[in-house]
């Protein structure tokens, strides 16, 4: 990834490339804010680790929309799972959808796990991607009362052993928490999960499924749609 460019945002003193390179080394790896201070200050580039979590916080949001702006249309099987995560101490519930080939589709991070929970991830989903042919979820009955609601002709399929798929994707959450310390709030669990999954997305393409040579590819391409997107950001 080129950090050459000396093109800036106005009113930024570092460059652009500098801050796309900040923000995917963040979220694409199990990184601290301090870890990506030093990863900079080994390329003498100065930044304090505060000066980092604001351009986390400022751009990440705008590079996980151009990712699924330019992203292909998801596949029409969706797996839905939903976690609990603690935030000062309070159990809030970390909703994620996953089409069939394992990407994220899109969070949301509620107090609740009810009906009116599922209806609203389910009416976040489907204004952003449309609807599925099937839904599957696990033996929570929210999803079923929801999905009556407001999605009848869906097919629905609830068995634990169907949503591993979805399950495993919250792994990299429960390790970006522990390096974080827990989140601090609802609002910056879902501004830093929106970005990190789309992020994860883009880089972490399904290596078991690809030749060496696919994989190359993949990430060649990554890196570039990167560097575009960087040459986007806007105040």
Known sequence: ??????????G??????????AVWAYH????????????????????SHETIRAWVARFGRQFA???????????????????VILIKGRKHW?????????????IL??????????KRFFRKLFRRWGQPRVLVTDKLRSYA??????????????????NNRAEASHRHTGRREKIMGRF??????????????????LFRPKRHRLSAISYRHARTDAFKLWSEYTLELTV
């Open 28 to 47: 694409r790896f199990a990184l601290s804010l301090r870890d990506v201070e030093d990863l900079l200050a080994s390329r003498g580039i100065r930044v």
């Open 145 to 162: 009362a929801a999905r009556a609601e407001i999605a009848p002709r869906i097919e629905h399929r609830q068995h634990k052993g169907l």
């Open 1 to 10: 990834m080129n950090i050459s460019d000396l093109s800036r945002i106005k």
């Open 94 to 106: 970390l909703w994620r959808a996953i089409d069939a080939h394992g990407d994220v589709l899109d």
């Open 109 to 118: 991070v509620q107090p609740r796990r009810n009906k009116r929970a599922a």
């Open 184 to 201: 601090r709030s609802p609002r910056q669990a879902q501004q830093f999960l929106s970005a990190h999954d789309q992020t994860a997305s």
């Open 65 to 83: 929309a151009k990712i699924r702006r330019d992203r292909p249309k998801p596949a029409d099987k969706w797996h839905l799972d939903e976690v």
């Open 12 to 21: 930024f003193r570092f460059p652009r490339s500098v801050i796309g390179y």
